[in-house]
């Protein structure tokens, strides 16, 4: 960098501030609107730029990267069409609260609103899909925006940002403010500590309860290694089952005796059944998603609710709850397990007993069955042994969307946060091969594998050329069955069978598309043959795509159709087309 003391360029600014902030990687794709600050990239080395081929593929890459550290995710991208290609993954890092910091170019300030050559009004189109964003008009303002906005991601329910620089801001001269000087603004200021009071009532109801249950979430992950902690000692103080949310994976240990696995529309049976018939539920850090309440007035109808959320929007939105705590996860957790220790009668283990004997009777009906085939890989076979040969390394899993995510879900166990990467509020495609190379960036000697199907793996499949170009030897580990496996799925179930555009005709030879890009083929199509294939795949130091052929037409069950309640979800060996048809009402055959 060139600049002298404080005073430097805007260019120089945006370095020195992303340094400053603890930035060591930037994912990002040049264009006119940001060359200067490009230039400046250049003439350093203490950040390095990962150069992906498609901005979304910048997003979604910084996704991962934030998610497997904990730390802000940074993409940089330019005005115009870069900026209107990194909407999807800013809509993605809002819904899955993931701290994201876009830095995007914009035309000079005398040509904003001329419909200037790659101009778009940035800030309005992702003002909705933002925290908060900027539009910077002084060049001696742009330090203090840049601390601002790292402050605003990472704290309170974290999620993204951008800020919009305009080319001239860029090579104007101004004033660098440290991030020690910096005033944070004051109309944003989290809470952190939860009402005592509503803690105290909190651990009153649960010390009551006959058939409690804890539905934990993405909260417990973004609050930090120490929720984590406090959430397991919790667990282990009340002896409470605990389920969690698909973004909530590894918090407790999948391992761990009070597990029931993930809960929702393809959860486990004793997570739904439990939800359903229990007494008082503890949300912790979890938003009473569509996906998991399943019809909302028929929601563990019979339960005292408590809600532990650091966004005072969550709280009431979905669901009205007994027992609102505002705050940070951790904070609340610590002060939570202390009043429990301090109770001066704890509960005895008779109150809760027959509680625990219709979870072990609902885990005794193995709702995640299949039937196994000597001939051809089942998906849910497939994962099984990924588990088995992965789960004593250092791995790292990213997943597409589809029912390849599912299955993953279902059958991948965790026994730590930050280790599961996918796309759960939105849902998109494409997410999980660039948030593997964000992952492997950060970890570059952990294993990373991307869970994928054949249709959801081909969005972003360009970026496999940035994962040879920087040596990052991803897995991407596809659940080849020919279709757009959910879509078919509900085609079949809810549509008459209507297959309408979801069997893919034209798909890559997937070996052959590995080798075209420098990486690494592999397919497996006979169960046999799956280990040894999953054991190269792991010994390879080079990105893989492995085109695992599965059997065409599994579907991902359980399954509580749309519309329904927990306690009327549909077992595999209960999931014949008739079955589903008749529990399903007219309204109900809506998709969404």
Known sequence: MTGTDNQMTGAEIVLRALKDNGVEHIFGYPGGAVLPIYDEIFQQDEIQHILVRHEQGAGHAAEGYA???????????????????????????????????????????????????????????????????????????????????????????????????????????????????????????????????AIAAAVELMASARRPIIYSGGGVVNSGPEATKLLRELVSLTDFPITSTLMGLGCYPASGKNWLGMLGMHGSYEANMAMHDCDVMVCIGARFDDRITGRLNAFSPNSKKIHIDIDPSSINKNVRVDVPIL???????????????????????????????????????????????????????ALQRLYELTKDRDTYITTEVGQHQMWAAQFYGFEQPNRWMTSGGLGTMGYGLPAALGVQIAHPESLVIDIAGDASIQMCIQEMSAAIQYNAPIKIFILNNQYMGMVRQWQQLLHGNRLSNSYTEAMPDFVKLAEAYGAVGLRCEKPGDLDAAIQEMIDVKKPVIFDCRVANLANCFPMIPSGKAHNEMLLPDEATDEAVANAIDAKGRQLV
């Open 67 to 197: 998610r497997s550290t904990g730390k802000v995710g940074v993409m940089l991208v330019t005005s115009g069409p870069g900026a209107t290609n990194a909407v999807t993954p800013l809509q993605d890092a809002l819904m899955d609260s993931v701290p994201l910091v876009c830095i995007s170019g914009q035309v000079p300030t005398a040509l904003i609103g001329s419909d200037a050559f790659q101009e778009c009004d940035t800030v309005g189109i992702t003002r909705p899909c933002t925290k908060h964003n900027w539009l910077v008009k002084d060049v001696n303002q742009l330090a203090s925006i840049i601390h601002e906005a790292f402050r605003i991601a990472k704290s309170g329910r974290p999620g993204p940002v951008l800020v919009d620089v305009p080319k001239d801001i860029q090579f104007a001269t101004g004033t660098y403010t440290p991030p020690d000087t910096h005033k944070p603004a004051k109309s944003y200021q989290p809470k952190l500590s939860g009402d005592a009071g």
């Open 327 to 381: 705050g940070d996860i951790g904070r609340v957790l610590e002060d939570m397990v202390r009043a429990w220790r301090a109770l001066p009668k704890k509960p005895e283990p008779e109150q809760t007993a027959d509680w625990h004997a219709s979870v072990a009777k609902w885990r005794a009906r193995n709702s995640f069955a299949y039937t196994q085939s000597k001939d051809v890989i089942m998906p849910q076979y």
